[in-house]
């Protein structure tokens, strides 16, 4: 999906991936009635398995975006997979329409969309926050090849992971692979 959203600045780039994300759950609880959560930042769970992710291109001048390239991967009805995957299939048994479940997600993403563009991101980080299921977990995060430890505190206003390290002290974190700790 391309967006131009010419009222956002480059600052709030990294928020589509979550608006994506939050309309992404939307639509599956929508079409297929299951439940999703989400791992910052951009990946759709069921269960603790992965049924999607989404990524996210831009094109920007100076302080302003001139284009949002969103992609939206789902597994629908795949039956193999790797260990840590899942498809809607498999929780519902049913066959879901690809373009069925496509009309959904474009109808969710256009109306956080709009609503994002009237009075902000503040919603979009809410409903993430309610979907995600790491606060007050033990989780990893790999940036490039380093790791850092600590509890998921949540996300901050500009949808970064605020991480509270065993020395009490907090990092807040732009990107980077998140894992559960067991």
Not at 6 to 28: D, G, M, P
Not at 93 to 104: F, T
Not at 156 to 171: H, P, S
Request: positive net charge; charged residues 30%.
């Amino acid at each position: 999906m391309i967006l131009r959203p010419t009222s956002f600045s480059i600052r709030e780039l990294h928020k589509f991936s979550l608006l994506a994300a939050v309309a992404v759950a939307s639509a599956i609880k929508k079409i297929a009635h299951l439940d999703c959560f989400l791992k910052w930042p951009n990946d759709i769970l069921i269960g603790d398995k992965k049924v999607g992710g989404i990524l996210l291109e831009a094109e920007t001048k100076d302080e302003e975006i001139s284009t949002v390239v969103l992609g939206i991967g789902i597994n629908v009805s795949t039956k193999v997979l790797p260990k840590a995957a899942t498809a809607l299939f498999l929780h519902t048994e049913k066959k879901l329409i690809n373009s069925e479940i496509l009309k959904v997600i474009l109808k969710e993403i256009e109306a956080f969309y709009l609503k994002a563009k009237e009075e902000g991101f503040a919603f979009i980080l809410r409903e993430w926050r309610e979907y995600c299921p790491l606060w007050g977990k033990k989780i990893k995060v790999k940036i490039l090849d380093q790791e850092i430890l600590g509890v998921a505190k949540g996300i901050d206003e500009a949808g970064f992971l605020i991480l509270e390290k065993k020395n009490r002290a907090t990092v807040k974190i732009s990107s980077g692979d998140v894992t559960k700790v067991e």
